[in-house]
Nanobody
Framework: QVQLQESGPGLVKPSQMLSLTCTVSGGSITTSYYAWSWIRQPPGKGLEWMGAIAYDGSTYYSPSLKSRTSISRDTSKNQFSLQLSSVTPEDTAVYYC????????????WGQGTQVTVSS
């Protein structure tokens, strides 16, 4: 069974960059046909898909966040990462890394989530 674990700073200052890493165990991030996404949930709001990196390294971003978001991977460590630049307090959220199965379109495997607060 695939397990995902987010890691990174819990506090980021405004205007700085938010960087998170997801470590995957029990399966390879290069296995066809899966995509590896970042999804966040601000306090009191719904889930927001931010972007994904597919098994072949292709990347996809939410149009509303594309200018500030970068997703990359390290296949040697079976990890993928999120970078979000120029953060504001509105980027405060619980951030999840998630595996999507292409055949079903379902987000079936989730990390436990990590709280990131943007504050000076």
């Amino acid at each position: 069974q695939v397990q995902l674990q987010e890691s990174g700073p819990g506090l980021v200052k405004p205007s700085q960059m938010l960087s998170l890493t997801c470590t995957v165990s029990g399966g390879s991030i290069t296995t066809s046909y899966y995509a590896w996404s970042w999804i966040r949930q601000p306090p009191g709001k719904g889930l927001e898909w931010m972007g994904a990196i597919a098994y072949d390294g292709s990347t996809y971003y939410s149009p509303s966040l594309k200018s500030r978001t970068s997703i990359s991977r390290d296949t040697s460590k079976n990890q993928f990462s999120l970078q979000l630049s120029s953060v504001t307090p509105e980027d405060t959220a619980v951030y999840y890394c998630v595996r999507e199965t292409y055949s079903t379109g379902l987000y079936e495997d989730w990390g436990q989530g990590t709280q990131v607060t943007v504050s000076s």
